[in-house]
């Protein structure tokens, strides 16, 4: 069975350095999403891309986040001046379709920032 | 109001019982709603879409209420595999994004 996969499970990165979490979607899917889950808290929308744009962005979202779907297969997040309240577990996302389409999601990857 | 809110349980059952869950959505443009499963520390995984009609899957049935803006999950004859957090999900809006609830624990006992 497809499934995303996301690389590395585990990043430790120091406050104000940058990280570019990596997802590779299911390959005949057009949507991609990234998801963010703080330790105990529910699962948050960051943004929606379609087409090499990005669709939506929650606020959460803001500039020191981008997105890129750099080749045919990767879709990846980085994050600039990275904070103590990025961490979280990032889960990248992709559905074949729009919004009634199920949106299949990667392992995540842990983010700690120290 | 929460986007997504749900009794954060959790939920102590016996293998075997039928246990519900409820949920209700802020947005009456949402036009997209899902039952999820997060096992610890794991990603979420659908465990089945919901129609106004209502839809069962198994041991699983979901109804929903467009009016009330309710959305339910019942599970019968619980197994211990069944232990996990179930996420309530509604699309953002008229979007594609999803809006989580917190989520409500599950832990079926022998």
């Known amino acids: 069975e497809p499934e995303v996969t996301q690389t590395p499970s585990h990043q430790v990165t120091q406050m104000g350095q940058e990280v570019i979490l990596r997802c590779v979607p299911i390959s005949n899917h057009l949507y991609f999403y990234w998801y963010r889950q703080i330790l105990g808290q529910k699962v948050e929308f960051l943004v929606s891309f379609y087409n090499n744009e990005i669709s939506e962005k929650s606020e959460i979202f803001d500039d020191r986040f981008s997105v890129e779907r750099p080749d045919g297969s990767n879709f990846t997040l980085k994050i600039r001046s990275t904070k103590l309240e990025d961490s979280a577990m990032y889960f990248c996302?992709?559905?074949?379709?729009?919004?009634?389409?199920?949106?299949?999601f990667g392992p995540g990857t842990r983010l700690l920032v120290l | 109001r929460k986007e997504v809110e749900q009794d954060p349980g959790p939920f102590n059952v016996p293998e075997g019982a039928t246990v519900a869950f409820n949920c209700t959505y802020s947005?009456?443009?949402?036009?997209?709603f899902f039952w999820y499963r997060q096992d610890c520390r794991k990603e979420p995984k659908l465990l089945m879409s919901?129609?106004?009609s209502g839809n069962e899957d198994g041991r699983f049935t979901a109804q929903l209420n467009r009016a009330s803006q309710y959305i339910s999950l019942l599970i019968r004859d619980s197994k211990l595999s069944d232990s996990a957090t179930y996420l309530c999900v509604v699309n953002r809006h008229s979007g594609y994004a999803l809006n989580f609830g917190k989520g409500t624990s599950l832990l079926v006992t022998p």
């Open positions: 996302a992709s559905s074949e379709a729009g919004s009634k389409e199920t949106q299949y």
């Open positions: 947005n009456s443009a949402s036009q997209s």
């Open positions: 919901v129609y106004s």
